[in-house]
């Protein structure tokens, strides 16, 4: 009986160690942190020799109100990457990797390794969250870091505009 007690005891505290182990989900990529102004951004970007970031003809706004944008091609690794900033901070990245250098299994299992199992799984994506981050892997092999604050505040407003617009559309029809 106490053998088995101690093997029980030793599963648990395994377990335990394992899964506290497990690091937090990142707010940022290299010196790159959500939340960051649009100005930091490019000067990170500006500095880092990851990124072929050229400066102003890189950034371009959105169609909706208070976004902007910047993309830029990546070193070996980093096919392409996109910034998305809302109300001049960002809160999304999302880095198309180069396939031929790297594999989606690779990606996958080191987050794995890293963050533990995602909270969503199946052949296009997978997803690690927690309150306020997201970070997704999609094929072929693009990553997202996503801050779920905004983007749940965006979607919000978006929901809003659209109820607005199909009560207005509504009441129209029904002047006839």
């Known amino acids: ?22 690091e937090p989900l990142p707010s940022s990529y ?4 959500l939340g960051a102004s649009l100005e930091t951004v490019k000067t990170e970007l500006q500095n880092d020799p990851v990124f072929g970031y ?23 690794f980093i096919a392409r990457a996109w910034f998305q900033f809302y109300n001049e901070n960002l809160y999304t990245m999302i880095f198309k990797l180069n396939t031929d250098a790297i594999d989606y299994y690779s990606v996958y299992s080191q987050f794995c390794e890293k963050y533990g199992e995602p909270v969503s799984l199946n052949p296009k994506r997978s997803i690690w969250e927690n309150e306020t981050i ?9 990553v997202k870091y ?9 979607l919000d407003t978006s929901r ?9 559309r509504k009441n129209f029809i029904e002047s006839f």
């Open 146 to 154: 996503i801050d779920l604050t905004v983007f749940n505040e965006i």
């Open 54 to 76: 050229r400066g102003e003809k890189d950034v371009s706004l959105l169609l909706t109100k208070n976004t902007s944008l910047i993309e830029t091609c990546g070193s070996f």
């Open 134 to 142: 997201r970070l997704v892997i999609e094929r072929p092999l693009t």
């Open 160 to 168: 809003t505009k659209k109820t607005k617009t199909e009560t207005n």
């Open 1 to 22: 009986m106490n053998k088995k007690r101690c093997f029980i005891l030793y599963i648990c505290i395994f377990t335990v160690c394992y899964l506290t182990a497990q």
């Open 30 to 33: 290299r010196n790159i942190q």
